[in-house]
Protein backbone atom coordinates (compact mmCIF):
# COMPACT_ATOMS: atom_id res chain seq x y z
CA UNK A 1 0.00 0.00 0.00
CA UNK A 2 2.60 2.37 0.81
CA UNK A 3 4.60 1.70 -2.44
CA UNK A 4 1.20 2.15 -4.36
CA UNK A 5 0.27 5.41 -2.67
CA UNK A 6 3.79 6.81 -3.65
CA UNK A 7 3.27 5.85 -7.38
CA UNK A 8 -0.15 7.63 -7.30
CA UNK A 9 1.32 10.74 -5.63
CA UNK A 10 4.69 10.77 -7.85
CA UNK A 11 1.62 10.21 -11.14
CA UNK A 12 -0.59 13.23 -9.42
CA UNK A 13 2.38 15.56 -9.15
CA UNK A 14 3.77 15.04 -12.30
CA UNK A 15 -0.11 15.27 -14.08
CA UNK A 16 0.00 18.95 -12.27
CA UNK A 17 3.30 19.46 -13.22
CA UNK A 18 2.31 18.50 -17.16
CA UNK A 19 -1.03 20.52 -17.50
CA UNK A 20 1.04 23.27 -15.57
CA UNK A 21 3.52 23.79 -18.30
CA UNK A 22 0.89 22.56 -21.54
CA UNK A 23 -1.89 25.04 -20.33
CA UNK A 24 0.36 28.29 -22.20
CA UNK A 25 0.46 26.05 -25.04
CA UNK A 26 -2.98 25.25 -25.75
CA UNK A 27 -4.07 28.80 -24.63
CA UNK A 28 -2.04 30.11 -27.21
CA UNK A 29 -3.10 27.41 -29.81
CA UNK A 30 -6.62 27.60 -29.60
CA UNK A 31 -6.67 31.70 -29.10
CA UNK A 32 -4.45 31.56 -32.51
CA UNK A 33 -8.11 29.88 -33.89
CA UNK A 34 -10.24 32.50 -32.61
CA UNK A 35 -11.49 35.27 -34.98
CA UNK A 36 -10.36 38.84 -33.51
CA UNK A 37 -13.58 39.90 -32.34
CA UNK A 38 -13.91 36.89 -30.05
CA UNK A 39 -10.77 37.05 -28.15
CA UNK A 40 -11.71 39.83 -25.68
CA UNK A 41 -15.83 39.58 -26.42
CA UNK A 42 -15.78 36.13 -25.48
CA UNK A 43 -12.69 33.49 -24.88
CA UNK A 44 -13.51 30.18 -24.34
CA UNK A 45 -11.64 27.47 -23.98
CA UNK A 46 -13.29 25.36 -26.39
CA UNK A 47 -14.14 28.33 -29.15
CA UNK A 48 -17.48 27.50 -31.22
CA UNK A 49 -16.27 29.70 -34.08
CA UNK A 50 -12.47 29.04 -36.16
CA UNK A 51 -10.50 30.80 -38.50
CA UNK A 52 -7.40 30.32 -40.06
CA UNK A 53 -7.51 34.24 -40.97
CA UNK A 54 -4.37 34.96 -38.53
CA UNK A 55 -2.24 32.26 -40.20
CA UNK A 56 -2.84 33.83 -43.53
CA UNK A 57 -2.68 37.12 -42.35
CA UNK A 58 1.09 36.24 -41.32
CA UNK A 59 2.27 34.03 -44.26
CA UNK A 60 0.39 36.04 -47.08
CA UNK A 61 0.37 39.61 -45.88
CA UNK A 62 3.36 39.87 -43.53
CA UNK A 63 5.45 37.38 -45.51
CA UNK A 64 6.52 35.07 -42.59
CA UNK A 65 8.65 33.20 -44.19
CA UNK A 66 11.59 35.30 -44.48
CA UNK A 67 12.23 35.82 -40.50
CA UNK A 68 11.90 32.51 -40.13
CA UNK A 69 14.62 31.80 -42.72
CA UNK A 70 16.45 34.18 -41.09
CA UNK A 71 16.49 32.59 -37.85
CA UNK A 72 16.85 29.37 -39.18
CA UNK A 73 20.16 30.39 -40.71
CA UNK A 74 21.29 32.77 -37.67
CA UNK A 75 21.02 29.72 -35.54
CA UNK A 76 22.36 27.02 -37.20
CA UNK A 77 25.40 29.12 -37.98
CA UNK A 78 25.76 30.02 -34.56
CA UNK A 79 25.53 26.49 -33.61
CA UNK A 80 27.32 25.30 -35.71
CA UNK A 81 30.63 27.65 -34.98
CA UNK A 82 30.39 27.69 -31.52
CA UNK A 83 30.20 24.11 -30.99
CA UNK A 84 33.28 24.33 -33.71
CA UNK A 85 35.56 26.59 -31.75
CA UNK A 86 33.88 25.44 -28.32
CA UNK A 87 34.30 21.66 -28.36
CA UNK A 88 38.65 21.79 -29.03
CA UNK A 89 38.83 24.57 -26.13
CA UNK A 90 37.11 22.53 -23.78
CA UNK A 91 38.95 19.34 -24.50
CA UNK A 92 42.13 21.93 -24.29
CA UNK A 93 40.76 22.74 -20.85
CA UNK A 94 39.53 19.80 -19.57
CA UNK A 95 42.72 17.72 -20.44
CA UNK A 96 45.72 19.93 -21.26
CA UNK A 97 47.18 20.67 -18.29
CA UNK A 98 47.45 24.12 -18.86
CA UNK A 99 48.18 26.88 -15.90
CA UNK A 100 45.66 29.13 -14.84
CA UNK A 101 42.80 27.04 -15.73
CA UNK A 102 40.11 27.94 -13.17
CA UNK A 103 40.87 31.35 -14.21
CA UNK A 104 40.00 30.68 -17.44
CA UNK A 105 36.80 29.23 -17.01
CA UNK A 106 36.36 31.81 -14.18
CA UNK A 107 36.41 34.43 -16.91
CA UNK A 108 34.60 32.17 -19.73
CA UNK A 109 31.54 32.25 -17.17
CA UNK A 110 31.63 35.81 -16.55
CA UNK A 111 31.79 36.23 -20.41
CA UNK A 112 28.88 34.70 -20.34
CA UNK A 113 26.82 36.30 -17.44
CA UNK A 114 27.89 39.76 -18.97
CA UNK A 115 24.57 41.63 -19.70
CA UNK A 116 23.99 42.61 -23.25
CA UNK A 117 22.66 45.83 -23.30
CA UNK A 118 26.28 46.79 -21.99
CA UNK A 119 28.05 46.16 -24.89
CA UNK A 120 25.24 47.08 -28.10
CA UNK A 121 26.65 50.58 -28.66
CA UNK A 122 30.15 49.65 -28.75
CA UNK A 123 28.99 46.35 -31.06
CA UNK A 124 27.18 48.51 -32.96
CA UNK A 125 30.30 51.02 -33.83
CA UNK A 126 32.13 47.86 -34.78
CA UNK A 127 30.03 46.26 -37.02
CA UNK A 128 28.81 49.61 -38.82
CA UNK A 129 32.39 50.02 -39.17
CA UNK A 130 32.90 46.93 -40.94
CA UNK A 131 29.69 47.07 -42.92
CA UNK A 132 28.23 44.15 -41.41
CA UNK A 133 24.88 45.79 -39.89
CA UNK A 134 21.79 44.27 -41.57
CA UNK A 135 23.66 41.00 -42.43
CA UNK A 136 23.59 37.44 -41.56
CA UNK A 137 27.53 37.49 -40.12
CA UNK A 138 26.41 40.77 -38.18
CA UNK A 139 24.16 38.62 -35.77
CA UNK A 140 25.89 35.43 -35.63
CA UNK A 141 29.62 36.95 -34.43
CA UNK A 142 27.45 39.04 -31.50
CA UNK A 143 25.52 35.88 -31.23
CA UNK A 144 28.98 33.87 -30.73
CA UNK A 145 29.83 35.76 -27.91
CA UNK A 146 27.27 34.68 -25.92
CA UNK A 147 26.93 30.93 -27.22
CA UNK A 148 30.71 29.88 -27.45
CA UNK A 149 31.53 30.89 -23.72
CA UNK A 150 28.01 28.61 -22.61
CA UNK A 151 29.36 25.81 -24.95
CA UNK A 152 32.97 25.51 -23.50
CA UNK A 153 31.74 25.86 -19.84
CA UNK A 154 29.04 22.61 -20.49
CA UNK A 155 31.79 20.55 -22.85
CA UNK A 156 34.43 21.15 -20.30
CA UNK A 157 32.23 19.56 -17.34
CA UNK A 158 31.91 16.79 -20.08
CA UNK A 159 35.08 16.16 -21.29
CA UNK A 160 36.11 15.78 -17.59
CA UNK A 161 33.80 12.80 -17.47
CA UNK A 162 35.24 10.50 -20.37
CA UNK A 163 37.65 8.21 -19.62
CA UNK A 164 41.45 8.81 -19.98
CA UNK A 165 42.72 5.36 -21.33
CA UNK A 166 41.88 5.59 -24.73
CA UNK A 167 42.64 8.58 -25.49
CA UNK A 168 46.39 8.18 -23.58
CA UNK A 169 46.74 4.79 -25.30
CA UNK A 170 45.94 6.15 -28.96
CA UNK A 171 48.62 9.17 -27.81
CA UNK A 172 51.00 6.20 -26.82
CA UNK A 173 50.55 4.57 -30.26
CA UNK A 174 52.11 7.68 -32.16
CA UNK A 175 48.72 9.35 -32.51
CA UNK A 176 48.63 13.29 -32.05
CA UNK A 177 46.60 14.80 -29.26
CA UNK A 178 44.32 16.20 -31.64
CA UNK A 179 44.15 13.19 -33.63
CA UNK A 180 42.96 11.71 -30.12
CA UNK A 181 40.75 14.13 -29.50
CA UNK A 182 39.02 13.86 -33.44
CA UNK A 183 38.72 10.05 -33.57
CA UNK A 184 38.04 9.03 -29.69
CA UNK A 185 37.26 11.75 -27.93
CA UNK A 186 34.89 13.60 -30.16
CA UNK A 187 32.66 10.25 -30.89
CA UNK A 188 32.28 9.73 -27.03
CA UNK A 189 31.26 13.37 -26.85
CA UNK A 190 27.84 13.24 -29.17
CA UNK A 191 25.50 13.67 -26.13
CA UNK A 192 27.15 16.70 -24.50
CA UNK A 193 28.04 18.06 -27.87
CA UNK A 194 24.07 17.42 -28.78
CA UNK A 195 23.16 19.22 -25.77
CA UNK A 196 25.35 22.28 -25.87
CA UNK A 197 24.26 22.58 -29.93
CA UNK A 198 20.50 22.37 -28.56
CA UNK A 199 21.47 25.35 -26.13
CA UNK A 200 23.34 27.26 -28.37
CA UNK A 201 20.21 26.78 -31.19
CA UNK A 202 17.96 27.88 -28.15
CA UNK A 203 19.75 31.11 -27.06
CA UNK A 204 20.14 32.39 -31.00
CA UNK A 205 16.44 31.33 -31.57
CA UNK A 206 14.83 33.72 -28.41
CA UNK A 207 17.69 36.37 -28.81
CA UNK A 208 16.03 39.84 -29.32
CA UNK A 209 18.22 42.24 -28.44
CA UNK A 210 21.19 42.06 -31.18
CA UNK A 211 18.86 41.01 -33.65
CA UNK A 212 16.66 44.50 -33.49
CA UNK A 213 19.72 46.33 -32.88
CA UNK A 214 21.82 45.49 -35.30
CA UNK A 215 18.97 44.74 -38.57
CA UNK A 216 17.47 47.68 -40.30
CA UNK A 217 14.53 45.82 -42.35
CA UNK A 218 12.73 42.84 -42.75
CA UNK A 219 14.74 41.04 -44.90
CA UNK A 220 16.93 40.50 -41.81
CA UNK A 221 14.81 40.54 -38.84
CA UNK A 222 14.39 37.12 -37.19
CA UNK A 223 11.19 35.83 -35.77
CA UNK A 224 11.44 37.57 -32.14
CA UNK A 225 11.89 40.79 -33.71
CA UNK A 226 9.14 40.27 -36.38
CA UNK A 227 6.59 39.16 -33.50
CA UNK A 228 7.64 42.41 -31.77
CA UNK A 229 6.86 44.69 -34.60
CA UNK A 230 3.21 42.83 -35.03
CA UNK A 231 1.59 45.80 -34.50
CA UNK A 232 -0.51 48.83 -35.90
CA UNK A 233 -0.60 52.41 -35.57
CA UNK A 234 -3.61 52.34 -33.28
CA UNK A 235 -3.61 48.43 -32.01
CA UNK A 236 -1.65 45.01 -31.93
CA UNK A 237 -3.18 42.33 -33.58
CA UNK A 238 -2.89 39.55 -31.14
CA UNK A 239 -4.51 36.79 -33.39
CA UNK A 240 -1.13 37.37 -35.74
CA UNK A 241 0.85 37.49 -32.69
CA UNK A 242 -0.35 34.16 -31.11
CA UNK A 243 -0.24 32.80 -34.14
CA UNK A 244 3.07 33.46 -35.02
CA UNK A 245 4.68 32.46 -31.70
CA UNK A 246 3.21 28.94 -32.37
CA UNK A 247 4.52 28.71 -35.68
CA UNK A 248 8.15 30.04 -33.90
CA UNK A 249 8.02 27.10 -31.40
CA UNK A 250 7.56 24.30 -34.08
CA UNK A 251 11.35 24.39 -35.35
CA UNK A 252 12.24 24.14 -31.65
CA UNK A 253 10.39 21.32 -31.09
CA UNK A 254 11.69 19.57 -33.86
CA UNK A 255 15.42 20.40 -32.87
CA UNK A 256 14.71 19.18 -29.33
CA UNK A 257 12.76 16.05 -30.48
CA UNK A 258 15.29 15.22 -32.95
CA UNK A 259 18.11 15.33 -29.99
CA UNK A 260 15.96 14.27 -27.12
CA UNK A 261 17.83 11.20 -26.22
CA UNK A 262 21.38 12.68 -26.39
CA UNK A 263 19.70 15.97 -24.10
CA UNK A 264 19.53 13.56 -21.40
CA UNK A 265 22.41 11.67 -21.31
CA UNK A 266 24.32 14.92 -22.20
CA UNK A 267 22.42 16.69 -19.30
CA UNK A 268 23.40 13.58 -16.76
CA UNK A 269 27.06 12.93 -17.99
CA UNK A 270 27.94 16.28 -17.61
CA UNK A 271 25.71 17.15 -14.31
CA UNK A 272 28.06 14.39 -12.70
CA UNK A 273 31.39 15.77 -10.41
CA UNK A 274 34.92 15.75 -12.28
Sequence with gaps: ?????SRVSVAAGLGVFLLAAAWP??????????PEARLFESPALVPRALTLDHYR????ERDFWVPIRNSIVVSTATTA?????????????????????????????AVSMFPQVAIISPLFL????????DTYTGLVLPYLTFSTPLTVWFLVGFFRQLPRELEEAAVMDG??????????????????????????????????LFALSFTLGPERQTVPVAIALFRGQYQVSWGQVLAASLVATVPV??????????????????????
Design 175 to 208: ASRFRAFREIALPLAWPGLATAGVLAFLYSWNEF
Design 81 to 109: LALGVGAPCAYALARLRLPGTPVILATIL
Design 1 to 5: MPETS
Design 25 to 34: LYWVAVSSFT
Design 57 to 60: AIFV
Design 253 to 274: AVVVLVAQRRIVQGLTLGGVKG
Design 126 to 133: VLRTVGLI
